[in-house]
Every structure is written in structure tokens, then in C-alpha cells.
């Protein structure tokens, strides 16, 4: 509850002298004599009038009380939010080619991919993001959508091999620049992560970028893979053995895509280091949240006003009846 007049509230002060002055009339208004003893008037019956003698005063003093609050005028308010949110469209392209199953990152590069990129989605609430996944071709996985569980779970059912093997970095971003040029959304972006070289599919890496700024859309590259060199799983006569093949990353087209279309290169070379891009990039790429506050105030001066007219009206009753004759 707030006060319009908190001011009023001083006045409870004069309360102080007349209350001393109360007390110190109360205390003068007893006459007194002596007597040899006291004992015949313990028997003497107090009578209603004694314990209501300062009831009087009392429901004066409540009266006023009542009245300063009254007049300091009490209010209630309630307050509401209109909040007005803005999400941002991206669809995330995947590379699932064969060399994501380097162990150069825990347990290789796709599933630490994978299990970020689950990470990230958890964490955009407000967006539609849709899946695209390319190796020597390219499809979508999933289209926009705000379902993330439903995204989640299509998301853990990615293995390499789904398709045919190569590295079509090209189709992988000209199928999500397709899945978000119709978007109405004012802040598009797509998040495309690969380990290799583009070897494969009709269009190239560059033109697909040119089609990404056409449309207004931001492109995040992740180069993922260590420096050097990685241990690749290879199926021999005995079972899986461990190789090491050599990374190869075309660092200087995922840059060029990335300036053209006005969004940044990243490089990982571990899984924290990827996960510090994605968090990097979830920085970025922010929600536009409008909130609009409402309040609504309601006098409530009448309960306490009417409070003061009882205790009045009780004094005046009290007084001139069965105490009319305390003064």
C-alpha cells in the first residue's frame, strides 16, 4: 500500500502532548486522605464504569489515528507487463561428412557439435531454428520451428552416412539461405559448421554467400578441427585402428563467407573452444524484448475514514450514556 500524502502523517505527533496531558489529569483528578488503615475498602466491588473510564480517550486518540491515515490518503496499486518479443530466425547447417568422426575432439567432432549445438538451442527460447545437414549433398533436417524439443531430438538422431559422403559446404548454405529467404523475421542468420574443403556439389561456397546477403541474412562459420593433424577411425581387417590424417579447413572461403554476408569466422580446435563460440555467438545474436509497464492506483482513504467516524461515534454514544457522568 502507498500513501499520495505522506506528509499528514506528522500530525500523529500531537498525539504525543495530548496523551502526557491525559495521564497527567488522570493522575491530579484522584483526591487523597489518610487513614489509619485500608482494610474495609478491598472489600469495596469495582463497578464497569471503572474499567471503561478510559475508553473515552482511547477511541479519541483511534478516531484520530484513522482520520491522519485517511487524509494521507492510501492506495493500492496493480501493475502489469506488455511484453512484446522479437525472435531471430536461424537455421543451423551441419556438415555430417565422414572426416566428423576425427577424435580430435570428445568423442569425435560431430557429436561434440552436436551436443553444443543442443546447448545453444536450449538457451533461444524466443527464436525458430530449423536444421539443415550436408556431406556430398545437402537436405534440411528440420524447417524453422519454435517445437526446440522436437528440434533437439532430430538433432541427436544425426549420424554420419545419412547421405553420401563429400564436403558440399556450397549446397549446405544455399539449402539454409532457402529455408530462411521468405522469413519475415528482421534478424536472419544462419550458423554453418564444417571440418573440410568444399569438393563436391553444383554450387559453389562463394555464390551461395552471395545469395545469403541478397536475402539479408548473417553467416557464422565455425571451422572445426586441431592444427596438424587428427586421429581418424579406420576400418581394417582387425577391427577399428586409429590413423592420423591430416586437417584440412578452407579457413580462407568460411572467412570470405563470413565477411560478405557480415558475420564473423570462428576456428575450434577443442570442444571448450567451441563451445565458447557458440556462447560468443549467442551474445551476438540477441532477442528483441519491448516491455511496456502498466499501473492502475485504487483511493482506499473510505475504510479508514469510516473507521475514524466509528470510534467517533462510539466516544459520543459512550459519553452520553452509561459513562455520562466521567469526564
Known sequence: MEFANPEYFYLLLLLIPLITWYILKDKNAHASIQVSTSKGFHSSARTYKYYLRHALFVFRVLAIVFLVVAIARPQSSNSFENVTTEGIDIVMSLDISSSMLARD???????????????????????????????????????????????????????????????????????????????????????????????????????????????????????IGTMGTAPYPIQTAFGISMRNMPVKIDEEVLQQIANMTGGQYFRATDNNKLKAIYEQIDKLEKSKIEVKQYSTKSEEYLFFALLAALFLLLEIALRNSILRNIP
Open 105 to 223: 575432439f570428445e568423442p569425435d567432432r560431430l557429436e561434440a557439435a552436436k551436443d553444443v549445438a543442443v546447448n545453444f538451442i536450449s538457451g533461444r527460447q524466443e527464436d525458430k531454428i530449423g536444421l539443415v545437414i550436408f556431406s556430398g549433398e545437402s537436405f534440411t533436417q528440420c524447417p524453422l520451428t519454435t517445437d526446440h524439443a522436437v528440434l533437439i531430438n532430430l538433432f541427436k538422431d544425426i549420424q554420419s552416412g545419412m547421405i553420401e559422403d563429400g564436403t558440399a559446404i556450397g549446397l549446405g548454405l544455399a539449402n539454409a539461405v532457402n529455408r530462411l529467404k521468405e522469413s519475415k523475421s528482421k534478424s536472419k542468420v544462419v550458423i554453418l559448421l564444417t571440418d573440410g574443403v568444399n569438393n563436391q556439389g553444383e554450387i559453389a561456397p562463394i555464390t551461395a554467400a552471395e545469395l545469403a546477403k541478397t536475402f539479408g541474412i548473417r553467416v557464422y562459420t565455425i571451422g
